[in-house]
């Protein structure tokens, strides 16, 4: 294999193993949340709030993975 396809299998597997736990962790995320409000609507501006600061900390980790596979990808 040459150099160029170890960096696109690098970068490949980077983004496709680091965008798998954050879409996980959302599914998850959503899926309780929509739980909880069917238990309990009153508790909607909390629960949504809670729910969008996990979303954004796990969209971070994505995208920290989107920048280690174009740093792979361009060096």
Known sequence: MTDIGVKMLAAG???????LGPGLGIGLLVSRAMEALGRNPEAEPAIRLNMILGLAFAEAIAIYALVVALI???T
């Not at 597997?13 to 965008?19: D, N, S, T, Y």
């Open 13 to 19: 597997l980077a983004i496709g193993l680091g965008a």
């Open 72 to 74: 792979l990808k361009f």
